[in-house]
T-cell receptor
Framework: DGGITQSPKYLFRKEGQNVTLSCEQNLNHDAMYWYRQDPGQGLRLIYY???????QKGDIAEGYSVSREKKESFPLTVTSAQKNPTAFYLC??????????????????FGPGTRLTVL | KQEVTQIPAALSVPEGENLVLNCSFTDSAIYNLQWFRQDPGKGLTSLLL?????REQTSGRLNASLDKSSGRSTLYIAASQPGDSATYLCAVRPRRYSGAGSYQLTFGKGTKLSVIP
């Protein structure tokens, strides 16, 4: 949404391969998140990062890894250890701490998503 | 552990009808609740955010209410249009101001809305 981009839109992975999903934002938001969405299920949090060089595991972090070397970027690597990686992956951002508008301080904004399929 | 439920899972209405989507949550200690719209194969679009101290928020034909004590929120859509057809998701943020999980949203599975012309 707006200044959040995810690439690629579609990604195909062979068994045993690691793949990296990109998430970039130009809105200067501090926090970034990765969610996984499966059919008929709610979104589940994989990892999130509130500041550069720091990130926290979410509910389903096993088989995934992330880095936050720059404020604008939060790439997600799906490793071969993730047994069922086929899903729709969504990146989100939000402001951390006080902001001029209370609503913007709390609100999460999402990117367009990447659909990953294991062949 | 917080659980969010959205009923019904799917809803079909004729164009022009007013409708209500429901969201319930098990832990009333929330910081805010957010309603999203998702079109097929797309990301989520934020519709409304209600702080825990608020009772409702309005944006155009949309009105969201929050009753924290009963663990319920509703999204009211007035004069529905075919373009409103999408899946609507609600999510709650816990009332924790620091530490792991303080910014983590818990999502419902969504209500798939179809507005028939």
């Amino acid at each position: 949404d707006g200044g959040i981009t995810q690439s690629p839109k579609y990604l195909f992975r062979k068994e045993g391969q690691n793949v990296t999903l990109s998430c970039e934002q130009n809105l200067n938001h501090d926090a970034m998140y990765w969610y996984r969405q499966d059919p008929g299920q709610g979104l589940r949090l994989i990892y999130y990062s509130q500041i550069v060089n720091d990130f926290q595991k979410g509910d389903i972090a096993e088989g995934y890894s992330v880095s936050r070397e720059k404020k604008e970027s939060f790439p997600l690597t799906v490793t071969s250890a993730q047994k069922n990686p086929t899903a729709f992956y969504l990146c989100a951002i939000s402001i951390v701490g006080r902001a001029v508008a209370a609503r913007s301080y709390n609100e999460q904004f999402f990117g367009p998503g990447t659909r990953l399929t294991v062949l | 552990k917080q659980e969010v439920t959205q009923i019904p899972a799917a809803l079909s209405v004729p164009e022009g009808e007013n409708l209500v989507l429901n969201c319930s949550f098990t832990d009333s200690a929330i910081y805010n609740l957010q309603w999203f719209r998702q079109d097929p194969g797309k990301g989520l679009t934020s519709l409304l955010l209600i702080q825990s101290s608020q009772r409702e928020q309005t944006s155009g034909r949309l009105n969201a209410s929050l009753d924290k004590s009963s663990g319920r929120s509703t999204l009211y859509i007035a004069a529905s249009q075919p373009g409103d057809s999408a899946t609507y998701l609600c999510a709650v943020r816990p009332r924790r101001y620091s530490g792991a999980g303080s910014y983590q949203l818990t999502f419902g599975k969504g209500t798939k809305l179809s507005v028939i012309p």
